[in-house]
């Protein structure tokens, strides 16, 4: 259990702000989250790897009611190995990877790290699909489970 103390202070995971920002590179698309972020991840799967264009794509899970979004985003839908599809959304303007949603968890959605206004709050506690990781994709062993 948190203590009232912890929550208070809004230390709660390793994205401690109580209001974080961010957008794409050229600004057209904006969001403002409320709540605290959920678990936060570097996901090596190749669909992250094509989508980012690198080893990983670092992200964290927000519930969509507490992502507040402004401009267009694009999808890309694709179907996952678990059978349900996952939608890759990016800015149309500029190509910044900015939110992945899934049929499989439809409340909550996937921000790329990068697009914090802060990328430096992020803090991973994971790595998921190290199966497909790439032999020069480095990450901090620790994080290995
Ligand atoms: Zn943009
Ligand atoms: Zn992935």
Known sequence: MLSSAMRRSGKVSGLENSLL???C??????Y???GVPGFS??????????ATGSGHAP??????EDLSLTGTLTSYEVTADSGHSVSHEFCPVCGSPVRSVTTQFPETCSLYAASLDDPSVFKPTCVIFQSSAQPWDHVDPQLIK
């Open 21 to 23: 920002s961010g957008g």
């Open 41 to 50: 991840f570097l996901c090596q799967c190749r669909r992250c790897q094509r």
């Open 25 to 30: 590179a050229c600004g057209a698309v904006r």
């Open 59 to 64: 992200a964290f899970k927000v519930e969509q």
């Open 32 to 34: 403002e989250l409320a």
